[in-house]
């Protein structure tokens, strides 16, 4: 019998069972045992609105909608759900909301939402904590619009149920990578004296000696991992390791170059459902080849759509054999610095003096520290696919996380998918705090890299010593 043939007798077999069975209500009802439903809904902040947390500037004009965009995997022991969304970061009490409440609405457990932030600049950052100790100082909704937030958890999870009535069968899964040129580079640079700093920022191509200092370390390659169902890719995750901002900062709220990349995907396979999750990428900026025009917006996001075209060019199909879940808890340490005791960052949100966004800044670092006391660990999930692993990491883990989970499954394509839980902030390797890294954004303390090694270690199944 052809290929041909078993197409068409298998789109006959679907046919039949479709109209038999009512969709969606029976995961297991024909020939492969998966299946994955796609969901997507508009999450755009509204005018007035802060953007990054601590940005001075609100939203005053939508340039892009922002998005959450997922996937419920159904066939494993139970329902995973891989989810992203547009914004900056979501934290602490919020993201465990967040992922409660998806949870619920795909029939399975908390652990199992990969729930990821792409990160953009011009979007924001939700802690209800934090929001709930601004209250406190008369600050309401000044991190996040509450009232927006319930209405926008509300619409997420009824286009998760209501994915869950087109669930299709998955009988394959694809493994793309493809080499992006002249996006990523670090922002560590070394200066002719051979002092480290980590100042290259996101816009720093404008500055010649920026612009000329050489890449390094970065991951160059986008990975795509694709289910289909036969000969048709249903749903593409492409990752890729950088900041995904061109300019930010002046109210105009957008899904900048990765969600403009995305949407052209989307455009031009309209069969195949895109999701873009930003890949570990804390020290990752497209700073050497980024000025921050609109020019550069549109040359970045027309090179990261190469990657993806290339990428899906090059897809290799396996027949999927599996969707297995584990997950490891890591409880990472705060940051021991003066400024960010409970103490100081107390009085920093109660001094009236002190600016707005300061206080908001200081609720956030309380919040974490809150959650830390209470001996609430960060989820470090992985689903096992078996030809690939996708794993989701905590906050903004830098490059080198991503090269290390690679190296512990040489036999496996491994996506690392960061901005899970965003408390952290920046999270560095030893090296990097022994080089001085800090910032106002890094709440975390050395010793990071151990603990989540152990984590990547577990869900990997990496038994090496
Ligand atoms: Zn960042």
Redesign the pocket.
């Known amino acids: 019998m052809t290929h041909k043939w078993q197409a068409v007798l298998a789109a006959a077999i679907l046919a039949v069972v479709g109209t038999w069975n009512p969709v969606g209500s029976a995961p297991h009802a024909w020939g492969g045992d998966f299946r994955v439903s796609t969901f997507r809904a508009d999450v755009t902040i509204p005018l007035g609105h802060r953007c990054m947390g601590v940005l001075p500037t609100k939203s005053s004009r939508i340039v892009d909608p922002l998005e959450a965009r997922g996937i419920v995997l159904l066939g494993g022991e139970s329902p995973v759900v891989i989810v992203v969304f547009d914004w900056?970061e979501i934290r602490n009490d919020s993201y465990d909301q967040w992922r409660q409440a998806i949870a619920d609405a795909a029939g399975t457990s908390r652990e199992r939402v990969l729930l990821s932030c792409n990160?953009q600049?011009d979007a924001p950052v939700i802690d209800a904590g934090a929001a709930r100790l601004l209250r406190e100082v008369g600050l309401p909704n000044e991190l996040f619009d509450e009232a927006f937030q319930q209405r926008v958890v509300e619409r997420v999870t009824r286009a998760v149920r209501e994915s869950l009535q087109r669930s299709v069968p998955v009988t394959h899964l694809g493994l793309g990578t493809a080499r992006v040129e002249r996006i990523a580079s670090s922002r560590r640079v070394v200066d002719e004296q051979g002092r480290v700093s980590f100042g290259r920022g996101s816009r720093s191509g404008g500055n010649a000696w920026m612009r000329e200092a050489p890449e390094g370390k970065i991951d160059p390659v986008l990975k795509m991992i694709s289910f289909w169902n036969g000969k048709q890719p249903v749903v593409a995750i492409s990752c890729y390791a950088t900041?995904p901002m061109s300019y930010y900062g002046r109210g105009e709220v957008s899904w900048d170059f990765v969600g403009i990349a995305r949407d052209r995907m989307q455009r031009l396979f309209p069969g195949t459902f895109q999701i873009y999750a930003t890949g570990c990428s804390?020290d990752v900026t497209a700073g050497k080849y980024n000025r921050g025009t609109a020019e550069d917006r549109e040359a970045l996001a027309a090179r990261l759509q190469a990657g993806m075209i290339a990428a899906r060019k090059n897809t290799r199909r396996v027949p999927l054999s599996q969707v297995a879940f584990r997950n490891a808890q890591v409880a990472l340490e705060f940051h021991p610095s003066p400024a960010l005791t409970v103490a100081s960052l107390r009085s920093r949100l109660q001094d009236p003096s002190a600016s707005t966004e300061s206080r908001i800044w200081a609720a956030m670092g309380l919040a974490s520290r809150q959650r830390v006391a209470a001996g609430r660990n960060i989820d470090v999930p992985c689903v096992d696919l078996g030809a690939a692993q996708l794993v989701l990491l905590p906050g903004?883990a830098f490059v080198a996380y991503q090269w290390m989970a690679q190296r512990m499954r040489p036999d496996s394509l491994v996506m690392a998918i960061g901005y899970g839980e965003c408390w952290p902030g920046?999270i560095p390797t030893d090296a990097d705090f022994q080089d001085g890294f800090a910032d106002k954004?890094l709440w975390v303390a050395p010793g990071s890299e151990a603990r989540l090694k152990t984590a990547l270690k577990k869900v990997l199944r990496d038994h090496h010593p």
Do not use: A, K, M
């Open positions: 900056c990160h600049h900041h804390g903004e920046y954004w």
